[in-house]
């Protein structure tokens, strides 16, 4: 059984090695080799077959340069602008991942991630002075006390519940205010401070749902680029069915059957719900459960 969750499988070689060398940005740069991925408002150049990728411009100067890594063995670079604000979520930025290939939009969310945490993470939070780029573009040290910063990740369970086995098992869907009409997700939360994984699983299908998670299986992991999480797909065994709905975190909850995740998943018409969209890994974990996962 194997699934590719959304966002993983870029071709890109992070190159760690190579980023410690002091002038390895411009070194890059000036070997004719290297390509440059343009990314205004963090939305990337396209050009109808997936990422633009182009020469460096000659008049960006060299420490806005942020080294992704390689691909095919070419330097691969984007630009941190200074000033630019946290990236936001939009409409567009959706229905551009739709067109874009698996390796392509796990590059670009890879790059979206990197450029928002630079600009969320400008100053020192040791000392509270400006910290610049180092290790071209994959860490910032603050020249003030000398703390170097990395960026982070920040983990988040999502699950299904599952109540009882075989080809009669259920799983525990539910949608939030915001979702397009008709769409169920799996549910979701962050890990806290000094939690683990099924620590983290069953507080939240108990918080959100009031179900008690048994026995729990891990299915699969992914980046999340909005703005960077890493995604912990679990699904969780119940032996009770109640649902005690928390409403500050659904809107509603209910279970669904093989065949009606089966008839989501293939958008047949008059299906129990609409499922989450293929990038998404709550789409990877209904299908895995389908599977056997």
Same mark, same amino acid.
């Given at each position: ?31 004719? @080799? ?35 890594? +390689? ?10 602008? /200074?000033? +630019? ?11 551009? *991942? ?17 450029? @928002? ?9 040791? !000392? ?13 040290? !603050? /020249?003030? !006390? ?7 990740? @920040? ?23 915001? #979702?397009?009409? $008709? &769409? ?5 939360? #962050?890990? %806290?401070?000094?939690?683990?994984? %099924?620590?983290?699983?069953?507080? %939240? ?7 008690? =998670?048994? &026995?729990? +299986?891990?299915? =699969?992991?992914?980046?999340?680029? #909005?703005?960077?999480?890493?995604? *912990?797909? !679990? ?20 279970? =669904? ?19 989450? /969209? /293929? ?7 209904? +299908?895995?459960?389908?599977? $056997?996962?």
């Amino acid at each position: 059984m194997s699934f590719t969750p959304g966002f993983t499988g870029s071709a890109l070689d992070r190159v760690e090695t190579e980023r410690l060398a002091p002038d390895i940005v411009p070194r890059l740069l000036g070997d004719g @080799d290297a390509l440059f991925l343009d990314m205004p408002d963090y939305l990337p150049a396209t050009n109808g077959a997936g990422l633009l990728w182009t020469p460096p411009p000659a008049d960006i100067p060299e420490d806005q340069f942020v080294l992704l890594g +390689r691909i095919a063995g070419r330097p691969r670079f984007t630009r941190l602008e /200074p000033g +630019r604000q946290g990236a936001r979520r939009s409409p567009e930025i959706f229905a551009l *991942i739709d067109s874009l290939s698996a390796a392509d939009a796990a590059t670009y969310g890879m790059a979206r991630s990197l450029l @928002d945490w630079h600009a969320r993470h400008g100053f020192c939070a040791f !000392c509270g002075q400006p910290s610049a780029l180092i290790r071209a573009g994959w860490a910032r040290q !603050c /020249p003030a !006390c000398g703390t170097e910063h990395y960026p982070r990740t @920040d983990p988040v369970v999502i699950m299904l519940a599952e109540y009882g086995s075989g080809a009669s098992a259920q799983v525990l869907i539910g949608r939030q205010p915001q #979702f397009p009409a $008709g &769409r169920y997700s799996a549910l979701a939360g #962050f890990l %806290e401070v000094g939690e683990s994984i %099924e620590g983290a699983v069953g507080r %939240e299908l108990f918080e959100e749902a009031g179900v008690r =998670a048994g &026995r729990i +299986r891990y299915v =699969a992991s992914q980046p999340w680029p #909005f703005p960077s999480q890493l995604m *912990i797909a !679990c699904i969780a065994e119940v032996a009770d069915q109640t649902i005690t709905l928390d409403r500050n975190e659904l809107e509603d909850a209910k279970w =669904a059957s093989r065949a009606d995740v089966a008839a989501a998943l293939e958008h047949v018409e008059g299906a129990a719900f609409l499922p989450p /969209p /293929p990038y998404a890994i709550a789409n990877t974990l209904l +299908r895995a459960w389908l599977e $056997g996962a």
